[in-house]
């Protein structure tokens, strides 16, 4: 038994709490991976698992043989690649995620000249409105734009985004250019719900480092960044976007922009990664690129 690699899958079902997407994650058979951690246990004398037809949990043993294994897999990754400067040399795959638009007008782009550099990395990218659990679904790191909870992982600020209000020229040409928050009354937005069934608050206007909310009509409401964006173009209502997201619909005239002196507030941008002493170079190595990429694109 290759005692190092034994420790690595036990990391990932710990993380996981699953044998089924720690396999998946790693492109291994389920029942190899169960094979390992048994002869793990066995060599230990100790029971680390708590197996469940549901889920996997660490038992007290496994907690604390789980602590110092992250530790000293991180110190021998970080350890492996001390002396090489080649870009070459760094390989393995990484799990990130982040929003629809910024993987779609800002990372991909920009991606093939880092995969160009560092051949042997293999990126899985991850993208949709939905919050991923980063450290249960294997995440290396993840961008998030808002807000962030209370989730006891690592936040490294990237900047903030504008924000911008939009409609389409046929919507315009319909109901007219609205000049004031009062004009709003007579106007459509088009909602954006993460969960739908929430009551969505309406325009927001932010001012004097604080925000309010005006009332309009709008009969849509939507969860999807994709969507959103799609209805303003079919003329279905105002939205309120991060300028870089629209930026080629501005310019084109597709759509328009309106009520610049009522913007919401600034959207932050974060980077989020689960907390460890020593990530490997090439979660490293791509968060830092990333955080280039981001940055230049953030106010």
């Given amino acids: 038994m290759d005692k190092i690699h034994a420790m690595q899958l036990f990391v990932r079902v710990a993380e996981l709490e699953s044998f089924s997407r720690a396999a998946e994650t790693l492109g291994l058979p389920r029942g190899s991976v169960s094979r390992q951690i048994q002869a793990l246990e066995a060599t230990l004398g100790a029971r680390l698992l708590h197996r469940t037809t549901r889920r996997v949990q660490l038992t007290q043993d496994g907690m604390v043989y789980y602590e110092r294994a992250r530790d000293l897999l991180a110190n021998l990754d970080e350890l492996d690649s001390l002396f090489l400067h080649d870009p070459a040399s760094v390989s393995g795959r990484l799990r990130v995620d982040m929003p629809v638009a910024v993987a779609k007008n800002l990372v991909i782009p920009r991606l093939p000249a880092f995969l160009q550099h560092y051949p042997g ?143 919401g507030a600034p959207m932050p941008v974060s980077l989020i990664y689960p907390h460890r002493r020593n990530l490997s170079r090439r979660v490293h190595l791509f968060m830092e690129w990333l955080s280039g990429v981001m940055k230049s694109y953030v106010d």
């Avoid at 450290?135 to 504008?162: H, I, M, N, Y």
């Avoid at 409609?167 to 459509?188: C, I, K």
């Fill in 121 to 263: 990395i293999e990126v899985e990218l991850s993208s949709s409105d939905r919050l991923v659990d980063v450290v249960r679904e294997g995440f290396d790191c993840v961008v998030r734009v808002g807000q962030l909870k209370e989730s006891g992982l690592v936040a490294r600020p990237l900047g903030k985004l504008t924000m911008v209000n939009c409609a389409s020229p046929d919507y315009l040409a319909r109901f007219g250019y609205p000049q004031t928050l009062e004009d709003l009354a007579t106007h459509a937005l088009v909602h954006y719900a993460v969960n739908l069934g929430t009551r969505p608050q309406g325009f927001e206007v932010w001012s004097d480092n604080e925000t309010r909310w005006v009332k309009t009509g709008g009969v849509l409401t939507v969860n999807s960044t994709e969507t959103y964006h799609a209805a303003c173009v079919a003329g279905l209502g105002i939205i309120q976007v991060p300028r870089v997201g629209v930026k080629a619909a501005l310019r084109s005239g597709t759509l328009v922009e309106i009520l610049p002196q009522y913007r």
